[in-house]
């Protein structure tokens, strides 16, 4: 099956600095890519929706300017969470899929997780 | 935007066959049915989906009802391995993932 993976697995980082992760695609060519995110005991909830060489479309109440989404090659997109605070702690997920058009959406194999923790 | 509801937690002895059910009484005609898991700490694995018809892969059986407002995952022999959050997802074809709660499937020795 396609393998995605995200790097860091873990991160640790100071209040007010910003914090990159990675979402890649290690089999197969990713058109588009999800990132959600994932509270202590909660459900995943979609973040964004990130489509190769344009801008990511993001879910409602999610702030566009705090997590920039950049999906600059079909293999990789980054999710960077700008000054950030002990609220913004989380497991952050990315998904990715092959399909093109309106098969963007289907089939979404989803990477191992980010735990970001905000001192 | 979650159109599911799930038990939320099931226990099962080893080696039993786990039934999770979900309600889906609103589902359109054109919506599938997927089933992830996600074991604690990592990213949701995909187990099944299904339209109408039953569906069976190597990894468990869906039983979808002739009406579709409901339906059950079904783990043939459940292991330990096989706790984890279950999400019964209902979506169409061609659209994002909204996950609901979930079921915490707890499989005991």
């Known amino acids: 099956g396609a393998v995605v993976s995200q790097h860091p697995s873990r991160v640790i980082c100071k209040s007010g600095t910003s914090v990159k992760i990675e979402c890649r695609s290690l089999?197969?060519?990713?058109?588009?890519m999800f990132w959600y995110r994932q509270f202590p005991k909660q459900s995943l909830m979609l973040m964004a929706t990130s489509n190769e060489g344009s801008k990511a479309t993001y879910e409602q109440g999610v702030e566009k300017d705090k997590f920039l989404i950049n999906h600059a090659s079909l293999t990789l997109s980054t999710l960077t969470v700008t000054s950030a605070h002990p609220e913004d702690s989380s497991f952050y997920i990315c998904s990715a899929t092959s399909g093109q058009g309106e098969m963007s959406y289907n089939e979404q194999f989803f990477g191992p997780g980010t735990r970001l923790t905000v001192l | 935007d979650a159109k599911t509801t799930q038990p939320t937690s099931m226990d099962c002895a080893e080696g039993r066959a786990a039934n999770l059910p979900c309600n889906h009484s609103t589902i359109s005609g054109n919506e599938y049915v997927y089933w992830y898991r996600q074991i604690h700490s990592q990213g949701p694995q995909y187990i099944i989906h299904g339209l109408k018809n039953n569906e069976t892969n190597e990894m468990a059986s869906l039983i979808i009802t002739e009406d579709r407002k409901s339906s059950t995952l079904i783990l043939p022999h459940a292991t330990l391995r096989d706790t984890a959050v279950y999400y019964c997802?209902?979506?169409?074809?061609?659209?994002?993932?909204?996950f609901g709660s979930g079921t915490k499937l707890n499989v005991k020795p």
């Open positions: 997802i209902v979506r169409p074809y061609f659209n994002k993932f909204y």
């Open positions: 089999d197969f060519q990713a058109t588009t």
